[in-house]
């Protein structure tokens, strides 16, 4: 309904809006009224100001002033006039207040005592009198102003009081009393008819309430739990005002010193709920704890329509702190090293408000059970370094191999790090939180996920029992190899997720085992074997197999490999195991039912080829066999359709196991290498270009050319004798002679320069020594005198075709 007046009679208002609203929007009103009549006499000033002018001027002088206004007075200022006004406001009674100050303490001393009582006296009643006749006339800000001048004034009486007469009282013990009186008395000038609409005493007196309590408890010499009381007492008043008051800076002043006041009470008790040395001492941290609890949960109630988040989070702190106040008595029952599934229990207990329904609002009991959630993540958090020091402690048998079986499960796992003390309630939180998992949650979305993390925490749990009760290390393996075994059958019986999720748990738990077994060969041996077996089995007629038939590889090899050093094999002849495994690849991955399965088959064979070639590294014979070999199985993979490019890469282990031979004979002729290379190089170039005669000869030819030509050329170049250049020549004048007869770039460039190479180093001794011996000169000149007669027969034939072509064309 819009507020105004028609002539003197008020129409007939119904109050919609509860009063508190309707007094803020007269107030909205109110200021804007004030705004709007800055403005107009602002405008009036200019059009008296325009008038006395024209007065002045000639018509035509008025008539332009008219339609031009001054563009002085029209121009946007920097500032608006309520800023000014409040920037002055705010100056002039921070200046008031801070000589009242300095009148206070510093000219104080100059006055007798009844002179004292009368000028403060007098000063602050006329400063708290003012606003009501500021308020009279409108000038609202002004009173905010004077109002604020004699709030300060009250607080330099409190202190010229207490320094004229009570000067012997305790200082804290004055200030905790005057703090209270001081918001009283700001509460009561704030809810005076006559000053209701100011905006300033109110938040003040909230603000001074803060303090009481607490300077109470300090100037008393209570201990920590009364001063944490305090606070928390006052956090309590702070959430009922900013519940029930609808002022918004009295709400927000009360929110902040309840976030405040609340925050450091908490943690206080907090810390005393820590370091309690008894049941006594936790029980009244705890009950501190409660109170606290209780405040959160109140104001979460409350503020639970509009404000869902906020409820959230207050229910959700509600519910920590509940947890944290009677996991903190309740730990003196048990042992230390049940302390942290004590407050599991307590945290999982929340999750009963989830069953309340209808009587709890529904912020109240998602936060509740968020709470429970955060509990359940810190458990888990606790237990983790536990479970990471069953899976990754067996590591310390890397540098142990075959030193001897521990003695049971626990010293297997702690190789290098001490085993906790706490370690034996660790599996009870990873069962609890697995059964929440499981059962707690109902959403459709997150049950599978759910259930998941139930199915690693339940894991994880039996992992830890073996080390936990210390069984025989042979008892260890076992359990491991069982649960190997259960979550590859998992993963063969599950849909995608939890079959990713099993295959992991195994992947890990494989590992793990195998960890453990290199204490002793025996167990080694008998593990690599298992672990070999298992995912093999797992490989066939499952969707599985891109991930179990690779990891069978694995264990193969690993099994090959310590199998040759139980024999007490050198690496090299070990080799010759480990290439069982790229064999048994390259039989396998054909015939896998799944095409996914099959380049991860072929990968993992060829890495264990690779493992067996770095193995003979040190043996060059059995190095050139590991390579042919290598070689063999690369040739029978490129027969299939799929696989041709294969193909090369036999070709180069054959070269490879070619030169490595070479090698270990100690043959030291570069031809020797390069021909094997040469050869079938120029075959597939010559094959290549029949089917396609758009190949460059440069890709045809070029490679086995150069692999044997340019390797001579060096050699030739440091060959003291004749034999190897003469050969050179001649092989590289033959293959110029094929470039040319064939008009094939490759050959004619390649063998002419190699060809006019050879010969610059044959002729160099005779240029040097200027010795014309025939040997020396004789073949490169005739060479060059066979070059030059073929090329003049060249260009003859050349031009008889244009002659031919010339005649043809005058004919025409």
């Avoid at 009582?117 to 004077?146: D, F, I």
């Avoid at 059964?435 to 994880?460: D, I, N, T």
């Avoid at 694995?554 to 070990?574: E, M, N």
């Avoid at 240029?767 to 011996?773: D, T």
Wanted: proline share 7%.
């Amino acid at each position: 309904m819009p507020y105004g007046v028609t002539g003197t009679t008020l129409p007939v208002m119904t109050h919609l809006p509860p009063p508190a609203e309707e007094l803020r929007l007269l107030d909205a009103e109110l200021r804007q009224l004030d705004s709007r009549r800055t403005q107009l006499l602002a405008r009036r000033a200019w059009l008296v100001a325009t008038l006395q002018q024209a007065r002045q001027q000639p018509q035509q002088a008025w008539a332009q002033a008219r339609t031009q206004p001054p563009p002085v007075a029209w121009s946007r200022p920097e500032a608006a006039a309520p800023s000014v006004q409040n920037v002055l406001l705010v100056l002039g009674g921070v200046l008031l207040t801070l000589a009242a100050a300095v009148f206070t303490l510093v000219s104080w001393g100059h006055m007798g005592i009844t002179g004292r009582a009368l000028v403060l006296g007098a000063v602050t009643l006329a400063a708290l009198a003012g606003p009501a006749l500021l308020l009279k006339r409108g000038l609202r800000s002004t009173a905010e102003s004077v109002a604020g001048l004699g709030l300060a004034l009250t607080v330099l009486d409190a202190y010229a009081l207490h320094e004229a007469a009570l000067a012997g009282t305790d200082g804290t013990g004055y200030a905790a009393a005057a703090a209270a009186v001081l918001a009283v008395i700001w509460s009561a000038y704030g809810l005076l008819p006559a000053t209701a609409v100011l905006r300033l005493p109110l938040p003040c007196a909230l603000v001074a309430a803060q303090f009481p309590l607490l300077l109470w408890a300090l100037s008393a010499d209570a201990g920590s739990y009364v001063i944490s009381a305090a606070l928390l007492v006052t956090a309590g008043l702070d959430t009922v005002v900013a519940l029930r008051v609808t002022g918004a800076s009295v709400r927000i002043c009360a929110v902040v010193g309840g976030y405040g006041t609340g925050g450091w009470g908490v943690l206080g008790a907090g810390w005393l709920s820590v370091t309690a040395d008894g049941p006594g001492a936790a029980a009244r941290a705890g009950a501190l704890l409660l109170l606290a609890a209780a405040i959160a949960l109140g104001a979460a109630w409350r503020v639970s329509g509009p404000g869902v988040r906020h409820a959230l989070g207050l229910a959700a702190a509600s519910g920590l702190l509940t947890v944290g106040a009677l996991g903190g008595v309740a730990r003196f029952g048990v042992p230390a090293e049940w302390a942290v599934p004590v407050h599991l229990a307590f945290g999982v207990a929340l999750l009963a408000v989830l069953r309340a329904g209808r009587l709890l609002p529904d912020a109240v009991r998602h936060g509740v059970a968020w709470a429970s959630a955060v509990v359940q993540a810190l458990a888990l958090l606790w237990a983790l370094p536990v479970v990471a020091l069953v899976v990754m402690g067996p590591a310390g048998w890397l540098v142990r191999v075959w030193s001897g079986a521990p003695s049971d499960a626990r010293a297997a796992v702690a190789v290098e790090a001490p085993w906790p003390s706490d370690a034996a309630a660790a599996p009870v939180v990873l069962l609890a939180v697995a059964a929440v998992l499981a059962s707690a949650v109902r959403a459709e979305q997150w049950r599978p996920r759910a259930r998941l993390g139930a199915l690693g925490l339940l894991w994880a749990a039996a992992l830890l029992l073996p080390a936990i009760l210390a069984v025989p290390h042979l008892a260890g393996m076992s359990v491991l190899g069982v649960m190997t075994a259960a979550a590859l059958y998992l993963g063969r019986t599950t849909t995608s997720g939890a079959r990713v999720t099993a295959l992991v748990l195994a992947l890990v738990t494989a590992v793990d085992l195998t960890l453990v077994s290199l204490a002793s060969q025996t167990a080694t041996l008998v593990v690599l074997s298992v672990l070999t077996a298992l995912p093999a089995a797992a490989s066939w007629r499952t969707g599985l197999a891109p991930f179990t038939a690779p990891a069978a590889l694995v264990y193969a090899a690993a099994l090959a490999s310590a199998t040759g050093a139980a024999v007490d094999w050198p690496p090299a002849r070990t080799a010759l195991l480990v290439l069982a495994v790229p064999v048994a690849a390259a039989l396998l991955a054909p015939r896998l039912g799944a095409q996914r399965a099959t380049v991860p088959v072929e990968a993992t064979g060829a890495a264990a080829g690779l493992l067996a070639v770095g193995l003979a590294v040190t043996d060059p014979p059995l190095l050139a066999l590991v390579l042919a070999l290598c070689g063999v199985i690369a040739a029978g993979t490129a027969l299939r359709p799929d696989r041709r490019p294969v193909g090369y890469a036999a070709t180069a282990l054959f070269v490879l196991a070619a030169w490595v031979r070479l090698a270990a004979w100690e043959v030291g002729t570069p031809e020797a290498y390069t021909l094997p290379v040469t050869v079938p190089a120029l075959l597939v170039g010559a094959l290549r270009r029949r089917r396609d005669p758009r190949v460059s000869s440069w890709t045809a030819y070029g490679p086995g050319l150069a692999a044997t030509l340019l390797p001579s050329l060096v050699a030739a170049w440091g060959d003291p004798q004749w034999t190897r250049p003469l050969l050179l020549g001649t092989a590289a004048l033959l293959v110029t002679l094929l470039g040319a007869r064939h008009h094939l770039k490759a050959p004619l460039v390649l063998g002419g320069a190699v060809l006019a190479l050879v010969t610059l180093h044959e002729l160099a001794p005779y240029v040097v020594q200027v010795a014309g011996a025939l040997p020396r000169w004789a073949p490169p000149a005739l060479a060059g005198l066979l070059l030059l007669a073929l090329g003049a027969t060249y260009e003859q034939r050349i031009r008889d075709v244009r002659r031919v072509r010339d005649v043809l064309g005058r004919m025409n």
